[in-house]
DNA sequence: CATTAATGAGTGAACGTTCATTCTTATGTG
DNA sequence: CACATAAGAATGAACGTTCACTCATTAATG
């Protein structure tokens, strides 16, 4: 056994109790039990339950990342990389859907406002790409002329609502579906 | 002294409080304590906590749905419903802050699932309007052909990061911005 | 055998809720 | 009107529970 291996058990039962249930539907000693490793544990690999979770939220933005760049066509018309982000972001989500509700707990709690600000301030990864686009898009009178802040807000706003009906059973997201939702969120922000 | 008041001054201590720390950031005796009862003194007025989020809840969704349906233009076109409904409900937002992030809790916790299940089913107030727009939209083809509950995110989606973002402070939602912000939502899911 | 890893009972703080008691207001009586 | 009595409202200390976190002890490792 390596040394990472319940290191790794800690997170994904952290990751399974979180998504489904809360950040305080999910206390350190039931994170431990489904890790199936002892309460004290937890704290050999983690200092504390935040540093946990926002260790938690680091690792899953980094392969949501990963996941975007990894066929971004960067060498293709602004809609059309417009689109793949959002489409594979839907599929990403769809495919991971812990991972989503995860995100959206951690988005909606203390954690969560301080990423909220980098996140305009494009630090994030796969944010530069998108301010990229929304830049270009109305250098070229592509894109309706709304500051980045509205922009972003209106193409992925749906997406939220979206994910969310999807794993509670409310839509089935299926290929045409995804591709008539990206499109109407293309129609929101073009001129 | 009538004997609603201390019942009002808990609401709205109760509000105040978990719209901008949670409900877990709003325990019963800082409610009392900013209520200016005791804690004992909630529960004349409230079976238990859950009780009191859940009414204070829907007091706000009555005043929200009352404001909705106050102008609301049943004789005009399609569209220009649409545009008033969206438009208010910023507004009323940006007027009401506390609302806004209250509700945000509310629909972010185990409450708010049974609720949304509501939402969808048009149970809601008015939703029955918003269904009705969709519904006439779809028929005389001004819609997409778009399943509702995928219309409804798409047009309703934007405003809840808007919403956000605005009270924190990144984008100022003044009327030009919420005209050009309500046209786009109707240009998502316009034919 | 020395060092590191793992354990889980224990600890104290925080929370929702209760309830014996006190205070306030309303009602009855002469 | 003065006073006694009853009813209702308000109080806050106390209770039981839950939780994050600690640490003395045990097990594994090389």
Chains 1, 2 share one sequence.
């Not at 950040?23 to 050999?44: C, D, L, N, Q, S």
């Not at 996140?119 to 002329?145: A, P, T």
Request: proline letters at 5%; a negative charge.
């Amino acid at each position: 056994m390596k040394i990472s291996d319940k290191r790794n058990d800690v997170m994904q039962a952290a990751l399974e109790l979180i998504a489904d249930q809360g950040f305080h539907g999910a206390p350190m000693a039931e994170i431990a039990e489904k890790a199936g490793v002892a309460t004290g544990t937890i704290y050999r690999y983690f200092e504390n339950k935040e540093v946990l979770i926002r260790e938690l939220h680091r690792e899953l933005e980094e392969k949501i990342s990963a996941t975007l760049r990894e066929g971004y066509p960067v060498e293709r018309p602004l809609r059309e990389r417009f689109l793949y982000l959002i489409r594979e972001l839907l599929r990403y989500f769809i495919t991971n859907p812990l991972h989503f509700r995860y995100m959206e707990q951690y988005f909606n709690s203390p954690y969560g406002i301080s990423m909220h600000r980098d996140r305009l301030l494009g630090k994030s990864g796969n944010h530069d790409i998108l301010m990229d686009i929304f830049e270009l898009g109305i250098q070229q009178q592509v894109l309706k002329e709304l500051p980045k802040a509205v922009l972003f807000p209106l193409a992925f706003g749906p997406l939220i609502i979206l994910m969310r009906d999807h794993i509670l059973g409310f839509v089935i997201l299926d290929d045409p579906l995804i591709k008539q939702i990206t499109e109407a969120c293309w129609d929101t922000i073009k001129r």
